[in-house]
């Protein structure tokens, strides 16, 4: 069980940057595989960006990829999400989340923030 906690939520202009954090409590974070899903208005939840446990490998969806970068930090029990350049697109609440264990997916959610708001406008 992991309690997940984002911030950094807020109103951007198109073209400006945004960072996301996400602080974990719980068992031992670095046993986590760690990411971000979004859900805009009227739309369904999708996958924006995951990191591994060490933090060595990432993956991103194909919307975001060049322009968002996914860290972590598991001295701190933190996950960050950096986002540059963005669009009226990428307006959504933010949700972090958490894999316990791994199974071939980039990422499940397992376990779920109760998200941050993002608001790009144009």
């Known amino acids: 069980q992991v309690q997940l906690v984002e911030s950094g939520g807020g109103l951007v202009q198109t073209g400006g940057s945004l960072r996301l954090s996400c602080a974990a409590s719980g068992r031992t974070f670095s046993t986590y595989r760690m990411g971000w899903f979004r859900q805009a208005p009227g739309k369904e939840r999708e996958f924006v960006a995951a990191i591994s446990r060490s933090g060595n490998t990432t993956f991103y969806a194909s919307s975001v990829k060049g322009r968002f970068t996914i860290s972590r930090d598991n001295a701190k029990n933190t996950v960050n999400l950096r986002m540059n350049s963005l669009k009226s697109e990428d307006t959504a609440v933010y949700y972090c989340?958490?894999?316990?264990?791994?199974?071939?997916?980039?990422?499940?959610?397992?376990?779920w923030g109760k998200g941050t708001l993002v608001t790009v406008s144009s």
């Open positions: 989340a958490a894999d316990d264990s791994y199974s071939g997916s980039p990422l499940r959610g397992d376990y």
